[in-house]
Nanobody, 111 residues
Framework: QVQLVESGGGLVQAGGSLRLSCAASGSIFSIKAMAWYRQAPGKQRELVAVIGSGGSTNYADSVKGRFTLSRDNAKNTVYLQMNSLKPEDTAVYYC?????WGQGTQVTVSS
């Protein structure tokens, strides 16, 4: 089983930046793809970005050009750099891998 711990959420003004981190531990040998999802109040959880074991990435159209997902395999950590944040980016952000979910971290963007 894999444990995921997110950090880096917070409150930021529109146009600002945040970097989320997700550190994996446990049965990390099984980790392949990792991803970030988000869930805003009253909405379904949606995929934000995914990164494969080789570093290939895919992004939701709503974040393309603003968010960058990267991974440091030596640290078993993925990073989501979020720039040009908008109020509609406000949500709880969850880290995911095939072994499970993180606990979530709140991102709030004020207008």
């Amino acid at each position: 089983q894999v444990q995921l711990v997110e950090s880096g959420g917070g409150l930021v003004q529109a146009g600002g930046s945040l970097r989320l981190s997700c550190a994996a531990s446990g049965s990390i040998f099984s980790i392949k793809a990792m991803a970030w999802y988000r869930q805003a109040p009253g909405k379904q959880r949606e995929l934000v970005a995914v990164i494969g074991s080789g570093g290939s990435t895919n992004y939701a159209d709503s974040v393309k050009g603003r968010f960058t997902l990267s991974r440091d395999n030596a640290k078993n950590t993925v990073y989501l750099q979020m720039n040009s944040l908008k109020p509609e980016d406000t949500a709880v952000y969850y880290c995911w891998t095939a072994g499970g979910w993180g606990q979530g971290t709140q991102v709030t963007v004020s207008s």
